[in-house]
């Protein structure tokens, strides 16, 4: 079945370094992908997507590239926040499977000044 | 525009209690979806429905049963509450189409002692 695997967290960073989140996919077909993000106490709410291979999903800054030869959509921003502080999870939406949503684990990114 | 809304926010059951996690939409979509959410391990699918009067398993629907009477509501009735079932929920909404965004909601914590 479809699944998603992402890098292992937490992840912490200096503010404005480099980020990058390894994101990985088995699927059959062509899904499309997400990045969700979530902040402390907070629901999920969509950061970017991107719905074919080599497309560029982009969003505040952060950006992923749906690589269909390598099945991966890492996620990267050159310049990490404090306020960038949250949960990001990588999921994948594949044809023909009811609609439903498949998330990675999640990967926590703490930020410090 | 109110999205997706969960009600309650925060519960504590006790061992062998039951009760109704509520989530409404007024997006008019047609696919709805449960999750939980539990330390590090991602969100993992509880049940899922495609439009009013149709559901389905996801990955981890013991324990709990859905209904979908209207578009707008979907909610998730936990019966005989085991502390397994210590987790925060997410009900999330989406368009038809598998390169739409799902809609989530604030999330309700739920405490089994």
């Known amino acids: 079945g479809n699944s998603v695997t992402q890098m292992e967290g937490p992840v912490t960073l200096s503010e404005e370094a480099f980020l990058t989140i390894n994101c990985t996919y088995t699927a059959t077909g062509y899904p499309s992908l997400f990045w969700y993000v979530q902040y402390p106490g907070e629901g999920l709410q969509l950061l970017l997507k991107?719905?074919?291979?080599?497309d560029k999903g982009s969003n505040k800054g952060f950006e992923a590239t749906y690589r269909k030869e390598t099945t991966s959509f890492h996620l990267e921003k050159g310049s990490v926040q404090v306020s960038d502080s949250a949960v990001y999870f990588c999921a994948l939406r594949g044809p023909n499977q009811g609609g439903k949503l498949i998330f990675g684990q999640g990967t926590e990114l703490s930020v410090k000044p | 525009n109110a999205g997706v809304t969960q009600t309650p926010k925060f519960r504590i059951l006790k061992i062998g209690q039951s009760m109704t996690l509520q989530c409404t939409q007024d997006m008019n979509h047609n696919y709805m979806y449960w999750y939980r959410q539990d330390p590090g391990m991602g969100l993992k699918l509880i049940y899922y429905?495609?439009?009013?009067?149709?559901?389905d398993k996801g990955e981890v629907p013991n324990g709990y049963n859905v209904s979908r009477s209207t578009t707008e509501d979907f909610p998730l009735r936990l019966e005989l509450a085991a502390p397994s079932q210590t987790s925060v929920y997410f009900c999330?909404?989406?368009?038809?189409?598998?390169?739409?965004?799902?809609?989530f909601g604030q999330g309700t914590r739920l405490t089994v002692v």
């Open positions: 991107a719905t074919k291979a080599d």
């Open positions: 429905s495609v439009g009013a009067g149709i559901t």
């Open positions: 999330a909404s989406s368009d038809r189409g598998f390169n739409t965004e799902a809609f």
